[in-house]
């Protein structure tokens, strides 16, 4: 991507031009400017053993540290960035920041624990995602068993003769996948169990109401009755009331992420939590 050459354009565009479709430029530009001047990092959210209680893993999840605007959530740029293509550079360096940060928590004698990573719907296209994905693991050192790597049901669903091909790739090379935002998206049940991933995330619509509304309740119990069936794992997301937690325990979901347990926080306070399980 050429951030430089573009980067002064704005005047070219004629002040007709509505002002949301301004905004989107800006945006654009200042998204370039922000990857080239490293303004992104990464937030870790800590997922549970739901039975022991314990850190098992992490959740990567990006932020925008903006010079002026202080921290902006990927809810505000991950779509731009997807739409214009910057998804690519910046996936890739939240996928190496990642990598290289469970690395070194596993060099300085913390227990290892998977981290997961989110990978956007381009990201996953990419021919050679593969091989992309090896070189980073090579670079930062880290096993790919510690890797998880995370798709949403509705990409996964696109063209699902792609998604077996591509995910049985990463699979061999040792890497996990999960199944984001799973229950919002319409998987077959055939295609489901011919999509060789390891584990369903429970979509955060379904846990909010779950000891309240009997039909998410369902939801959410038909969701983890299957995992079970097709052997994978399956991990419940916005978990943020003790409620939500006894319903989840007495249904025998596996895993466990939510305020309950910690929001996404900066690696430093991450640590903190690492020291009291070492
Ligand atoms: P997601 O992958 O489904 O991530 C879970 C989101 O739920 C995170 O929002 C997390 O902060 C939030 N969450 C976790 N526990 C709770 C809870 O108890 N209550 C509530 N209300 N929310 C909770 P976040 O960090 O704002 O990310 C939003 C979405 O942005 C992610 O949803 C993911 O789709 C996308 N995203 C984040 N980082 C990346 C990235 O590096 N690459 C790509 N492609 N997408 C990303
Ligand atoms: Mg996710
Ligand atoms: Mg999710
Ligand atoms: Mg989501």
């Not at 354009?9 to 800006?26: F, G, H, T, V």
């Not at 956007?120 to 091989?131: H, M």
């Not at 943020?240 to 992420?257: G, M, N, P, S, V």
């Amino acid at each position: 991507y050429r951030a430089k050459e573009r980067g002064n354009n704005y005047q070219l565009y004629s002040p007709s031009m509505n002002e949301k479709a301004i905004n989107r430029l800006e945006m654009e530009g200042a998204l370039r400017k922000a990857l080239e001047r490293e303004e992104f990092t990464v937030y870790y959210q800590p997922q549970i053993n739901t039975d022991t209680g314990e850190i098992i893993g992490m959740e990567a999840l990006v932020r925008w540290r903006h010079p002026e605007r202080g921290i902006i959530p990927p809810a505000d740029f991950i779509a731009l960035a997807e739409e214009t293509g910057l998804i690519l550079p910046l996936g890739e360096w939240v996928l190496r920041t990642a990598c290289r940060q469970n690395k070194e928590w596993q060099m300085a004698g913390y227990p290892p624990l998977r981290v997961t990573v989110n990978l956007s719907a381009s990201q996953f296209q990419q021919q050679d995602l593969a091989d992309r994905v090896s070189r980073i693991l090579k670079e930062t050192g880290l096993d790919p068993q510690w890797l998880e790597l995370e798709i949403t049901e509705s990409i996964a669903m696109k063209d699902v003769a792609f998604t077996i091909k591509t995910l049985r790739q990463l699979r061999d090379m040792g890497i996990k996948i999960a199944i984001d935002d799973f229950g919002t998206g319409y998987s077959s049940l055939s295609y489901l169990k011919q999509i060789p991933s390891h584990t369903l995330k429970i979509d955060k619509s379904f846990v909010r109401d779950i000891a309240k509304n009997t039909e998410d309740g369902s939801i959410a119990s038909a969701i983890i009755a299957m995992a079970q069936n097709l052997k994978l794992k399956v991990i419940a997301e916005g978990v943020e009331t003790e409620e939500q937690l006894a319903f989840l325990k007495k249904q025998k979901c596996d895993e466990i992420q939510g305020f309950l347990f910690g929001k996404p926080v900066p690696p430093q306070e991450f640590e903190k939590l690492l020291k009291k399980k070492k």
